[in-house]
């Protein structure tokens, strides 16, 4: 005796096989063998297909049924099979990937009950967690259908709930355990390491969707109520764990503009209206100011994103001009706040790494708002000091922008240059393309009187310092002011303070005679182009002068050299020293005229010529 067979077995087996089939209905091409009865039993569409302009258009051929064309169906095949299976009472096969077809699909067939079904497991299977909802997100394709959006701002209300109660529950922003090291261990470290490795997951995947998902979570988040100026004033490592965000955790350059950007708009949000402005956030604002800075060299390629849209896998190439213009923005609001906060940071500005035109903008927006003391201005400049040697050591800083950031400061900031005089020599000495005047133009930053002795030692050894007039000057003007304190009968330390002011007198008549072949040097290009060659000083008879009198002093300092400890008589009766700074401070006025008077033999002083 032959088993009965209930409704639902019956239902599945014509379903499967197609007996008894009423219907054809055509989706993209393939043929489904179906009946009317349980269709319009569940589906509104079919219920109205006889009164619809698109209803039954033809009888198949080959079976005599009615022919049903449905072009263009959300959710495809795939969709409609499974949404068409629950009609015949057959126990819907949802998975994530599959699950918004079959919704797409039911949704256009007007079947309440298979997109009411395929919503629930939505709601179970993916906006039940945060995860879930990123992994949905990183491998949505859009259907082109109600949907997307459906789908989309579930997902992404998720994500931005997520996002603000990670934000608002965390006691403080700090790096996780594995950044943590020696006394900053002092907080809890279970939850301190699990809290800030949620929020650093959560903040890192958001900012690693396509961009359509990304920009509306992190607007989302930035419209929110937190208070970034309050969470991270505790956080002992805000730096390590924008560090271990920034450089470890994101795997492109889209993702590091985000997370900038929404960190930065959040700060920004709720900064203070009157100081203090930083507090102790200084290390949150300093730290974002200084990726800021790192990044935005590097965004000069089209970045490359990928997302789906109308069901196919599209590369898109987001020109980075869309990240740098508001990267640029941000970045000069970060500036123009830290800047005018200089003086109260809770750690030294020399600890970042800011680019010197970063730095040049901080000074500038500090020097501008004319608050800061004596104290304040010195520690500062003390700080851009070690930037410059910084730079120097490194060989990315131009001579102007090293020349700005020094004289941004009044002469009075600055005690001692020792630091600014080392950087300089690493600048030279790293810059092969640094030119003569170039040279010139740093040395002239440097007031000798504020070196230390041993550095004060090193750069009067240092042959293109020493060649500044002035210094030479100071130089001699020093030695006599010494001289003029050693007893006459001490002929050995008088011997001694003698011959440097000689050597200081004959560097300094060497570069009066190097600058004046200059001039005459000039004088005869300029000549030669306004065809007046017979008005020009005749270059020779100087240069002999000035070759014979070089050869004269050289002879007198081999000769003072070989004099006795018996000759003190002699050095005693010599004229004062204040007489030959002042006399090597002539020359170095004279020289500079000498080569514009025509046809006048001119002889330049000598400041040794009076020591016998």
Not at 239 to 251: K, M, P, T, Y
Not at 306 to 330: A, P, W
Not at 464 to 471: D, H, R
Request: hydrophobic residues 35%.
């Amino acid at each position: 005796m032959a088993k009965k067979v209930g409704l639902n077995g019956w239902l599945q087996r014509v379903r499967e096989t197609g007996e008894h089939s009423d219907v054809v209905v055509r989706v993209t091409g393939e043929e489904f063998r179906l009946h009317m009865l349980p269709l319009r039993n569940e589906s509104g569409y079919f219920r109205d297909l006889p009164s619809s302009s698109n209803g039954i258009e033809q009888v198949d051929e080959k079976t005599g049924c009615k022919l049903v064309n449905i072009h263009h169906l959300p959710g495809g095949v795939e969709g409609f099979a499974i949404a068409v299976n629950m009609c015949y009472l057959i126990k819907p096969s949802f998975t994530v990937k599959n699950v918004a077809l079959v919704c797409a699909a039911a949704e256009f067939l007007a079947m309440e009950d298979v997109t009411e079904s395929a919503r629930k497991f939505m709601h179970s299977n993916i906006f039940s967690h945060w995860r879930y909802c990123v992994n949905y997100l990183q491998n949505y394709t859009r259907i082109g259908s109600p949907v997307d959006e459906y789908v989309e701002f579930r997902c992404q209300k998720v994500l931005a709930t997520a996002c603000v109660k990670c934000f608002t529950e965390i006691k403080h922003v700090s790096a996780p355990s594995a950044y943590i090291s020696g006394p900053l261990t002092a907080v809890p470290p279970k939850q301190s390491s699990s809290a800030c490795q949620t929020l650093t997951e959560l903040l890192v995947q958001v900012c690693s969707l396509p961009d359509i998902y990304a920009a509306e979570i992190i607007n989302t988040l930035v419209d929110s109520d937190v208070n970034l100026n309050l969470k991270c004033r505790q956080g002992r490592n805000v730096r390590r764990w924008l560090e271990s965000v920034i450089d470890d955790e994101c795997q492109s350059d889209k993702a590091r503009c985000y997370v900038l950007l929404c960190l930065s708009r959040m700060l920004l949000k709720n900064a203070p209206t009157k100081r203090p402005w930083m507090e102790l956030s200084s290390q949150y604002w300093c730290s974002l100011l200084e990726h800021a800075d790192q990044l935005l060299p590097l965004l000069g390629d089209p970045l490359k994103t990928e997302y789906s849209i109308g069901g196919s896998h599209l590369e898109v190439y987001r020109n980075h001009s869309y990240f740098k213009e508001r990267l640029i923005g941000v970045k000069a609001m970060l500036e123009e706040k830290i800047g005018e906060s200089l003086n109260e940071m809770d750690e030294y500005l020399r600890d970042y790494k800011f680019g010197p035109d970063t730095l040049m903008s901080l000074v500038e927006y500090y020097i501008s708002m004319g608050e800061y003391t004596e104290q304040s201005l010195e520690e500062i400049a003390g700080d851009v000091d070690r930037f410059l040697w910084f730079y120097a050591n490194e060989c990315s800083i131009s001579v102007d922008a090293f020349i700005s950031l020094v004289k941004a400061f009044p002469p009075s900031a600055r005690d001692c240059h020792d630091t600014i005089y080392g950087a300089i020599e690493k600048l030279i000495s790293t810059a092969p393309n640094c030119s003569a005047e170039e040279q010139q133009q740093l040395w002239s930053l440097i007031d000798h009187f504020k070196l230390s002795p041993s550095v004060n030692e090193r750069a009067l050894n240092n042959p293109v310092f020493l060649s500044q007039p002035e210094i030479l000057e100071s130089v001699l003007l020093h030695h006599s002011q010494e001289l003029a304190k050693v007893d006459d009968t001490d002929g050995r330390h008088l011997r001694h303070i003698m011959q440097k002011v000689i050597n200081a007198s004959l560097k300094l008549l060497e570069e009066n005679s190097r600058r004046s072949r200059e001039i005459l040097e000039l004088q005869r290009q300029y000549g030669e182009l306004l065809g007046c060659r017979s008005q020009m000083l005749n270059p020779e008879g100087i240069v002999d002068l000035l070759g014979k009198q070089h050869h004269s002093n050289l002879s007198q300092n081999s000769s003072l050299q070989r004099e006795s400890e018996t000759e003190e008589s002699e050095i005693s009766d010599s004229p004062s020293l204040a007489t030959v700074s002042s006399t090597g401070a002539t020359s170095n006025r004279s020289s500079s005229h000498m080569a514009m008077l025509p046809r006048r033999n001119v002889e330049p002083p000598y400041p040794y010529q009076t020591i016998s």
